[in-house]
Every structure is written in C-alpha cells, then in structure tokens.
Nanobody
Framework: QVQLVESGGGLVQAGGSLRLSCAAS????????MGWFRQAPGKEREFVAT????????YYAPSVKGRFAISRDNAKNTVYLQMNSLKPEDTAVYYC????????????????WGPGTHITVSS
C-alpha cells in the first residue's frame, strides 16, 4: 500500500502561482511513477502531468504545458506540482496518484490516489 496526501491548495488570483505537494508513505516511493490529475466542477477527472520513477522524464497535458512543472524528491518521498500563470479554468480538485507504469496518462493504471486538494483561481 502507498498512502498519498496532497497539500498546498487554496484560493489564488488569475496569473498567480501555487505549488502543490504530495507526501507518500508506505512502500518505496522511488518504485512508482507519479501523476497529477484534476477534476473541475461538473467535469470528469483528467490527466495533468506525470513524472518517471527517477524524475528524469515528465509529460504534460497540452492545457498546462509551459505553465505547470512536475518534480519529485525521492529522498523526501514527495512529488510537487508548480503551477504558474494560473487561469480560472484551472479551478479543480487536484489529485496525486502512484503507478508502477511509467509514462501513462490513463487513470486506470494508477494504483494509489490521494484524497485531493482544492484549487480556486479567481478572475
């Protein structure tokens, strides 16, 4: 089992920045690729970003590429999502997830999920 807990959510104005953190416990963190997903009000949950087990490779959804950056610190068992130039359409609950498969955007391939943290971007 891997337990994940997100933090860093809140209210921010459009154009601002936030950094989300996701702390992991349980099994060896570096054995898992990590991903961030989000669910906006009234919409289905969607892929945001993923990072490989070593942190060398990342992949982003087109809607956030160039604005968001995913990173990880395996010594601290933590994955981050730096979000810049935030837009009202980024308002959502953000989830981190762990997968034994690298480079996947498919939610079904992520085995463990955090409870989520809410981001509101005001215009």
């Amino acid at each position: 089992q891997v337990q994940l807990v997100e933090s860093g959510g809140g209210l921010v104005q459009a154009g601002g920045s936030l950094r989300l953190s996701c702390a992991a416990s349980g099994r060896t963190f570096s054995n898992y690729a990590m991903g961030w997903f989000r669910q906006a009000p009234g919409k289905e949950r969607e892929f945001v970003a993923t990072i490989s087990k070593s942190g060398e490779r990342t992949y982003y959804a087109p809607s956030v590429k160039g604005r968001f950056a995913i990173s990880r610190d395996n010594a601290k068992n933590t994955v981050y999502l730096q979000m810049n130039s935030l837009k009202p359409e980024d308002t959502a609950v953000y989830y981190c997830a762990a997968s034994s498969i690298e480079g996947t955007t498919r939610q079904s391939w992520y085995d463990y999920w955090g409870p989520g943290t809410h981001i509101t971007v005001s215009s």
